[in-house]
């Protein structure tokens, strides 16, 4: 029986090796097979061709708006207009025009005349009381103490009464004249204003000589000792601070008419060409002059003719990508023969090629006036390769990834250019990479690869300097998000590897993720509150023995929900009103409440594991928005009248140590843009009074925090806020030892 059990298992196994060997058949021939390798090379040759520009108007010879750069020379046909068309300015030109249109239009005021009236009405009424007979008329509403106070400074007779009225009236009319305005003249930003009469009629008046509501009685009173009796001054100093106040108000829905109609009148076009005539001739250098044609003639027809396919450019965009990748694939099987045989390593060889394709695509398809082709991340593309394999490989590689820019941008000499210098000097600035820290280093040697052939190219056809210099920020965005994706990269590639348990983690913990991008685009002060709290979650999680890493990444994503209306949060409020202003508190706290919302469905939109979504709608909890619901309860006058459950965040509330700790410092973090971050006591205090209204509103019932835990992480916030708002003392630097070895003191 024991022979038969014997002879069974090596039977048994016996066929699992002879399975094993037939997976790693199969695994061997799809690794070397050729037909898998020519698949690969079409495939990618396929998706190139997509990205090329392939439609174009009727007239096949136009193709204007791609070959005008500034400074070249024009080498193709010559161009004539076919008909007649204005030239309009550039979207640039523009708006700085009718910014300055709409700056320099003047505010508009409401002249009111009942106000000189009534003033004359209430002097009338005043000279003819008695001081022995005072009485109250409703035409005039001032304190009996008050007339009393007037009549005993009065002239006594009819005479003098008289000759006080007329300069009295004489006094008004010159003020109520020049204008008295209800605003302080330090806030209008013009130099004139405009007092609006009547419903068409109105004037313009320099502010320099019109009166203003600070200092209109400055004026009054210069003017009653110059124009007003001895004897008279005394009662006219007091009629005037009774009868004379602002008589022009400030309109601010005629002002935004004014104002918009002035925006409206600036001219869109600077000229017009007659059909006919040349708009450039073959061999012209193209300037501003030339662009603004060609960019109006191109957009007339664009509206004006239809679009079709054009097979010349289909079969050109095929040629172009087969030339590209079968160079590389050529000089791959030269010198690299061990990754071209292996199916594997060419398909990761190819596939930037179609990542950089579908960038450079992008770019062309978005209509703006920043020079957004300098932020395709080729050098990302080329520090990886140079890590993962060799310079030699990545410099192949940006060799080609340069060559289908400049293909899908229509043969774009100056772009390939700024693209395969930084690229190479990227890719040999981490060649003797010791560790991934080591990567961040490179950003400096990028941007330099980038910046000597723009501004060489720049300035040999001169471009003015604000484009050079446009360029270049865009360039040094580039620069330096490029080590943060190549680094992201490498960790994917490493995973394919070796799973560990954080690295899932690590890959959301990279700033140079799509959300937080747009995060510090749309919402910048959200996208601080972020950075600022994620550190200290991260520091007190670690004290407490929790997940650091997973506290942080959370921290980082709990708050892009407010991408959808980063405008209505104070964070995001810089230089603009305050849009809850103008709705009621309940709108404004369900605006407040739906980001947890949003914050979830774009993380499920962007595919974020469950562990970091469970931060965004459990960093708040239950919690009440207080101040919305103060505003409402106020309004209402009654608390009763008030649903607080209209108030509150839909929860949950936080269910692990990290979502709890999150909670704490997302209101911690606004303590350290106050005075009290510096006293530790205070913030101490602030601290534990914050930790206690969430204690007490049953914010950490359903996690497991101990009072142990939260008197870690309040110490935990007070040393790291102490510590990250003390002022600092700049040092003086060393005098350099030699002239090619700088040392220098770092600062505290």
Not at 96 to 119: H, M, S
Not at 270 to 296: A, F, H, P, T, Y
Not at 679 to 701: H, P, V
Request: one cysteine or more.
């Amino acid at each position: 029986m024991a022979q038969k059990k014997t002879l069974f298992e090596t039977l048994q196994e016996k066929e699992e090796l002879q399975e094993q060997l037939h997976i790693l058949q199969e695994h061997h021939t799809f690794v070397d097979s050729p037909w898998v390798r020519f698949g690969i090379i079409l495939v990618v040759i396929a998706l190139l061709t997509v990205f090329f520009p392939m439609r174009t108007s009727i007239h096949l010879n136009d193709n204007l708006n791609f070959k005008a750069v500034l400074g070249m020379v024009w080498t193709a046909e010559q161009v004539r207009a076919e008909f007649n068309f204005p030239v309009y300015k550039s979207s640039a030109v523009l708006k700085k025009e009718t910014e300055k249109a709409r700056n320099d239009e003047p505010l508009v005021f409401l002249y009111d005349p009942y106000i000189e009236k009534e003033a004359y009405k209430k002097l009338d009424y005043i000279l003819s009381l008695k001081k022995d007979s005072l009485r109250f008329s409703q035409a005039l509403p001032v304190a009996e103490s008050k007339i009393a106070e007037i009549l005993t400074v009065l002239p006594n007779s009819e005479v003098q009464k008289k000759i006080f009225a007329e300069q009295f009236q004489e006094l008004l009319k010159t003020v109520f004249s020049k204008g008295i305005i209800n605003i302080s003249v330090q806030i209008l930003t013009t130099d004139f204003v405009a007092i609006r009469t009547s419903g068409t009629n109105e004037r313009i008046v320099p502010v320099s000589s019109i009166l203003d509501s600070t200092k209109y009685q400055a004026y009054v009173d210069k003017l009653i000792n110059s124009t007003v009796s001895d004897t008279f001054r005394l009662a006219a100093q007091r009629l005037s601070q009774l009868f004379i106040k602002p008589n022009c108000t400030y309109s601010v829905s005629l002002t935004e008419q004014a104002k918009a109609a002035a925006v409206e009148s600036v001219p869109k076009t600077v000229g017009i060409v007659r059909q006919g005539e040349i708009v450039v001739e073959r061999g012209e250098v193209v300037d501003e002059q030339i662009i603004q044609k060609l960019q109006s003639y191109d957009n007339i027809r664009l509206f004006d003719q239809q679009q079709v396919f054009n097979w010349y450019m289909l079969i050109g965009a095929i040629i172009l990508s087969s030339t590209i990748v079968l160079t590389m694939v050529v000089f791959m099987n030269s010198n690299f023969k061990k990754y071209y045989l292996n199916n594997y390593h060419l398909a990761g060889f190819l596939s930037p090629l179609v990542f950089v394709a579908l960038m450079t695509w992008t770019t062309n398809s978005i209509e703006t006036d920043l020079p957004i082709q300098f932020a395709i991340l080729i050098p990302a593309f080329s520090m990886l390769f140079a890590i993962l394999y060799d310079t030699k490989v990545a410099f192949l590689i940006t060799v080609a990834m340069a060559l289908v820019v400049a293909g899908i941008r229509g043969g774009d000499y100056a772009v390939a250019l700024a693209y395969l210098s930084a690229g190479t000097i990227a890719s040999y600035s981490v060649g003797q990479i010791q560790d991934r820290a080591q990567i961040l280093k490179s950003l400096l040697y990028t941007f330099v690869g980038f910046v000597v052939p723009i501004v060489g190219i720049s300035f040999a056809r001169s471009v003015e300097l604000n484009e050079v210099l446009l360029s270049c920020f865009i360039a040094f965005i580039n620069s330096a998000i490029s080590p943060m994706i190549a680094f992201g990269l490498l960790i994917v590639v490493e995973r394919v590897f070796n799973v560990v348990s954080e690295l899932r983690l690590i890959e959301y913990q990279q700033m140079n993720h799509p959300l937080l991008q747009e995060l510090r685009e749309k919402a910048p002060g959200t996208y601080q509150h972020t950075i600022t709290i994620a550190n200290l979650v991260e520091a007190a999680t670690r004290e407490i023995g929790g997940r650091p890493l997973l506290a942080k990444v959370g921290a980082f994503f709990h708050d892009i929900g407010k991408l959808a209306k980063a405008e209505y949060f104070s964070e995001n409020q810089l230089n603009i009103e305050n849009k809850h202003d103008r709705i009621v508190p309940k709108k404004s706290a369900n605006i407040i409440r739906n980001h947890v919302e949003d914050g979830i469905e774009l993380a499920k939109e962007y595919r974020l594991p469950q562990a970091i979504i469970d931060f965004i709608p459990q960093h708040h909890g239950t919690m009440l928005i207080k101040h919305f619901y103060a505003v409402a309860v106020e309004k209402a006058g009654d608390v009763e009248k008030v649903d607080e459950r209209d108030f509150r965040y839909s929860g949950p509330k936080p269910q692990s140590k990290e979502a709890a700790i999150l909670m704490i410092a997302d209101s911690v973090e606004a303590i350290s843009r106050t005075p009290i971050a510096n006293d530790k006591d205070t913030l101490r205090k602030a601290i534990n009074g914050i930790i206690q209204e969430r204690m007490s509103d049953g914010q950490f019932d359903e996690c497991d925090l101990t009072f142990k835990d939260l008197q870690i992480i309040t110490e935990v916030f007070v040393k790291n806020l102490v510590a990250s708002s003390h002022s600092r003392v700049a040092y003086k630097q060393m005098p350099n030892k030699t002239a090619s070895s700088p040392v220098s003191i770092p600062k505290k």
